[in-house]
């Protein structure tokens, strides 16, 4: 069992440092904020990924296509652009999210 | 955190160079098996030209290999060199180092996996027309040399940000230093994939189809030219921290914009740098094909690139916000 005086002096000694850490920047606001500056960094990095590739592969197959048909390039091209208009909808999906995480959270 | 200078400096060296030649070593371990498994494989269809076809393969590891030999400069460099005053050395000086690390490591992985693609194809295209070896050849050090180019601006940051570091230790500066080499080496991984799949793209098309030379390289180089897009996105953000940051807010919150700055333009970029190069590939290989139809490929080829890298625009736009606005 400890002194009643040595457990008075720590619990002084605790709530004298407590404003220090504050000051130091591990407060509980500056922690979400910091989460939501790095939370919007892989939530547009990570999600940019798959429409990238996504939308390149969908253009290479209508650039090959178009190669062994050119007659029909009107009708390859209007379905790529359709093809990747969809794909693309998960980058603006990232986007809006980071933007949201950016101003609203943040 | 309170540490000897020593410390840090052996702690830098030690992060830096693993990551450096973690990494660095992947991508041309994987593009120059890539390339020798196709040289095997077409000396097995055409025996007679073997020599030719050693060569030609040598010559494109060579060129591909440059990039882990990157990799190793930049490692033995951090292990290497140290600064004159060793007792002003603290945390940013580690910071610059990982940062250099990363840089060169992530930045050589897809310059060095991508050179495997058009040595392996122009292999290929000896097998099936072992008179156009000379143009085979040309064509596979032009592509593979614009592939390599994401890895030199991986190796110029690098140098910048071991030359450059800062004394002392504070959270914002080594955010920054690890930010601008993560920015700059993610980045180039997809610049560099996507580049070398253009090339390979386009070394497969000449193989197959020899008439259509020219048109075929001119369209490959504009294709790798937007493939480098996002490498150069990755180059600007890291210019960017290291140079042109004005006041950064303080403490974790300062480390935050400038690391989630670099996670959104780095990975950002791989996406965008891959799928064009599956777009130029195709586009290349169409051209050699119907080279009457060039300029209607090169549209649609151009039309489909830029739709693809229309995330990476996202990803610099909410990297430049985090650099700019949120602060």
């Known amino acids: ?106 | 955190m309170d540490l000897e200078p020593h410390t840090w400096l052996i702690l830098g060296k030690l992060a830096g160079a693993g990551v450096a030649l973690g990494f660095g070593g992947i991508g041309a371990a994987i593009g120059m098996g890539n390339a020798a498994g196709m040289a095997n494989h077409a000396i097995m269809r055409q025996p007679k030209v073997q020599r030719e076809m050693l060569r030609t393969m040598l010559i494109g590891q060579a060129v591909g290999e440059g990039a882990a030999v990157f990799a190793l400069v930049i490692g033995l460099f951090i292990i290497v060199v140290s600064p004159a005053n060793l007792d002003l050395i603290g945390g940013n000086y580690f910071a610059a180092l990982l940062g250099a690390g990363l840089s060169i490591g992530f930045g050589t992985f897809g310059s060095g996996l991508g050179c495997g693609w058009p040595a392996g194809n122009a292999c290929a295209g000896f097998a099936r027309n072992p008179a156009r070896s000379p143009k085979l050849t040309q064509s596979m050090i032009i592509g593979q040399a614009v592939a390599q180019s994401p890895s030199i601006f991986a190796l110029v940051v690098s140098l910048i940000l071991i030359l450059t570091a800062k004394n002392g230790t504070d959270l914002p500066t080594m955010g920054i230093y690890i930010s601008a080499g993560l920015a700059m080496g993610v980045s180039a991984l997809g610049s560099g994939i996507g580049s070398g799949q253009t090339a390979g793209g386009a070394v497969d098309g000449i193989g197959r189809w020899p008439l259509a030379y020219g048109v075929t390289l001119r369209t490959m180089l504009i294709g790798q030219a937007v493939c480098e897009t996002p490498a150069i996105f990755g180059m600007l953000v890291a210019f960017i921290m290291m140079f042109a940051m004005g006041d950064l807010n303080p403490g974790l919150l300062g480390f935050a914009q400038v690391f989630g700055a670099a996670i959104a333009v780095g990975f950002g970029g791989v996406g965008p740098g891959i799928g064009s190069g599956l777009t130029a590939a195709k586009g290349c290989a169409a051209t050699a094909l119907r080279p009457d139809k060039d300029a209607l490929i090169l549209r649609t080829m151009l039309i489909g690139q830029a739709v693809s890298q229309s995330t990476a625009i996202y990803a610099l736009i909410i990297a430049l916000a985090l650099l700019y606005v949120v602060g």
């Open chain 1, 1 to 106: 069992m400890m002194d009643p005086t040595t457990l008075l002096t720590l619990m002084n000694a605790a709530v004298a440092q407590a404003p220090e850490a504050a000051e130091a920047g591990i407060s509980g606001a500056a922690l979400i904020k910091a989460g939501a500056l790095i939370g919007a960094g892989i939530c547009m990095g990570f999600g940019a990924i798959g429409p990238g590739i996504g939308e390149g592969f969908a253009a290479g197959k209508a650039c090959e296509a178009i190669g062994r048909t050119p007659q029909e390039a009107g009708l390859l091209t209007r379905t790529m652009l359709i093809g990747q208009a969809v794909s693309e909808s998960t980058g603006i999906y990232s986007l809006v999210i980071a933007l949201l995480m950016l101003f609203v959270i943040g």
